[in-house]
């Protein structure tokens, strides 16, 4: 009996599950010897020949089996982990409500004194479009409050175009150009003033470069466009690969919540990045034109301070020496 083999021994050996074993048995693709007792022994030469002809069954098999014990000794995706992720994220975006607030109460504050109403002049145009912005903040917030992040980033390229069309209104305004386009835009119904343009525009009176505002244009566009890889980010699946075989494991689509903290945080990020762009078309639209107080000033200055730190500064500052970094 020293020549033959039990099933549990050739699927240690193989780095397999022993009704995996059987199963190729059964299907004729190992030799093996029925006992009495109705269990299976293999030939030693039945094993070495299908383990060195690297069956792309055994493969597959093998890379399965590991995969699962990965899972077993370490998840992937760690519940605690996930959900510090998720704790410090909400955090997070407690700091940008704060902001918006902010934003919104000085907005609110001098919409009486603006005659939005008969004023068509560039000024007044960015007031009106700065509340769109403040209205987008608060949509894309509530969107990675609620675990969303895939689609709120459908809103970053509408929130962008906002900004860059209050800094083209009022240096427009300032500068005393395009009151024709300007006029129309108040005067006819569903009249735009083309991104391009305004891309183009800002970036000759801003001196910010036109490429790096395309750029962004192209990046911030790729969810609006439902491009395939904008999509494929919020499907979940792994695999693993290698000696002829490929293991694969399919999760499927996050339909409601991402199922990866990570995802969340970088948007964050980037949202943020997005919130100093806010703050610095506020300044350019409303710095000289609104009756600003001290202390109004002063907490803007304070925001646009805060939002120029890096990413762990800014947390730093968010959760003090209290924060849990997950």
Do not use: C
């Not at 000085?106 to 109403?117: L, R, S």
């Not at 970088?266 to 600003?292: C, H, K, R, T, Y």
């Not at 646009?304 to 959760?319: A, I, N």
């Amino acid at each position: 009996m020293s020549h033959f083999l039990t099933v549990e021994q050739v699927a240690r050996g193989y780095k397999v599950q022993p009704k995996d074993v059987v199963e190729w048995i059964h299907a004729g693709k190992i030799a093996a010897e029925r006992q009495s007792d109705g269990t299976f022994l293999i030939p030693l030469a039945e094993y070495q020949k299908f383990g060195s002809e690297m069956s792309g069954d055994l493969m597959q098999k093998a890379l399965e089996n590991m995969w699962n014990s990965m899972e077993r000794e370490r998840p992937h995706i760690q519940e605690e982990v996930r959900a510090q992720f998720l704790k410090n994220s909400q955090v997070v975006l407690g700091r940008i409500e704060e902001t918006i607030k902010l934003l919104e109460e000085i907005h609110k504050k001098y919409e009486p004194g603006i005659d939005i109403a008969k004023d068509q002049g560039g000024a007044v145009a960015a007031f009106i479009v700065f509340a769109r912005v403040i209205s987008l903040l608060y949509s894309i917030l509530a969107l990675l409050r609620s675990g969303i992040p895939a689609e709120s980033m459908i809103l970053f390229r509408p929130l962008w175009e906002a900004v860059l069309l209050v800094e083209y209104f009022s240096v427009s305004d300032a500068l005393g150009h395009n009151s024709n386009a300007i006029r129309r835009w108040f005067e006819k119904e569903g009249e735009i003033i083309g991104a391009k343009d305004v891309r183009e525009y800002v970036s000759k009176h801003l001196g910010l470069p036109i490429e790096l505002l395309k750029k962004l244009n192209n990046g911030y566009s790729r969810p609006v466009h439902h491009t395939h890889n904008s999509i494929m980010e919020s499907y979940r699946g792994y695999s693993l690969s290698g000696m002829g075989a490929n293991f694969q494991r399919r999760l499927g689509f996050d339909y409601h919540t991402s199922s990866i903290g990570r995802d969340l945080v970088a948007i964050i990020s980037a949202f943020e990045d997005l919130i100093m762009s806010v703050l610095n078309a506020f300044v350019q639209a409303f710095w000289s034109g609104l009756p600003l107080t001290a202390g109004e000033r002063g907490k803007i200055q304070s925001e646009r301070e805060f939002y120029s730190l890096d990413t762990l500064e800014r947390l730093d500052r968010t959760f003090g020496k209290k924060k849990e970094s997950p």
